[in-house]
């Protein structure tokens, strides 16, 4: 079975500092793994994922994840916080060529402080 | 916008009763999925349609039911409701049926029972 966990219920950061929300995942096989974020009162938005290739995945808004095989995560990062990042960051993943759905993580709550 | 449309945006009902949410995809996506986001069981992947076709099922009670039409538009039916099942219900759509995990999600349902 596939299974994610995003072991930070919450993240608070300062504004202009660095951010990383944390995210381990277990699959069969090789692994796609995504990152999405939801604002209030909205759906989830994607916004980036990690097929295979280069293990640092750029995607939208600055965001950008590591893929470590050995470790088995898929960290969340960006290098300056800005308020307007508070959100809820969510982890999937899926087995690739598999047609199981994906699986989310509970989500970590960012806190970007001005 | 994703793009996907759900109705409607908020619902009050009672235990026992019976509703239907509906969602429409963005355009020319065949795949459609439902999720259903609570509290305490986090994102959970209830059902996919591919092109009218059921494609998948996840944690789905059998209380609930689902389809697509032939215009793609699908409908989640939650009947005899019990407290239990007030929750934020989502729906997202791809292109294909074994997605790459970009979904795009509509901006949820949500469900209070009382």
Sequence with gaps: AQSVAQPEDQVNVAEGNPLTVKCTYSVSGNPYLFWYVQYPNRGLQFLLKYITGDNLVKGSYGFEAEFNKSQTSFHLKKPSALVSDSALYFCAVRPSGSARQLTFGSGTQLTVLP | ?114
């Design chain 2, 1 to 114: 916008d994703s793009g996907v449309t759900q109705t409607p945006k908020h619902l009050i009902t009672a235990t026992g009763q019976r509703v239907t949410l509906r969602c429409s995809p963005r355009s020319g996506d065949l795949s459609v999925y439902w999720y259903q986001q609570s509290l305490d069981q986090g994102l959970q992947f209830l059902i996919q349609y591919y092109n009218g076709e059921e494609r998948a099922k996840g944690n789905i009670l059998e209380r609930f039911s689902a389809q697509q039409f032939p215009d793609l538009h699908s409908e989640l039916n939650l009947s005899s409701l019990e407290l239990g099942d007030s929750a934020l219900y989502f729906c997202a759509s791809s292109a294909g049926v074994l997605n790459t995990g970009e979904l795009f999600f509509g901006e949820g349902s949500r469900l209070t029972v009382l």
